[in-house]
């Protein structure tokens, strides 16, 4: 089982950033990657950007070139840098992790961007 916590949402005027943060813990060995995804109110949950095992990173075109992913010098904790946010950005940010064929998420973490 892997556990895994978000932190870091909150409120920011459109233009602004914010850093989300995601720790794993438990079977954390052999994860091969994590992910950000959101879910905006009354959309289906959408891939926003993910990291393998090996540092490759990939991002929905709507957040390309805004947002950055990242792991922590541990490799359990994965950073979600939001840059240049807008309101189409507020949704509840969930973390998820992929480990031998299972999927594991966090509880969300929720962002709001104000025009």
């Known amino acids: 089982q892997v556990q895994l916590v978000e932190s870091g949402g909150g409120l920011v005027q459109a233009g602004g950033s914010l850093t989300l943060s995601c720790a794993a813990s438990?079977?954390?060995?052999?994860?091969?990657?994590m992910a950000w995804y959101r879910q905006a109110p009354g959309k289906q949950r959408e891939l926003v950007a993910v990291?393998?095992?090996?540092?490759?990173?990939n991002y929905a075109d709507s957040v390309k070139g805004r947002f950055t992913i990242s792991r922590g010098n541990a490799k359990n904790t994965v950073y979600l840098q939001m840059n240049s946010l807008k309101p189409e950005d507020t949704a509840v940010y969930f973390c998820?992790?992929?480990?031998?064929?299972?999927?594991?998420w966090g509880q969300g973490t929720r962002v709001t961007v104000s025009s």
């Open positions: 990291i393998t095992s090996g540092g490759s990173t």
């Open positions: 438990g079977d954390i060995f052999s994860i091969n990657s």
């Open positions: 998820e992790a992929h480990r031998l064929g299972s999927d594991y």
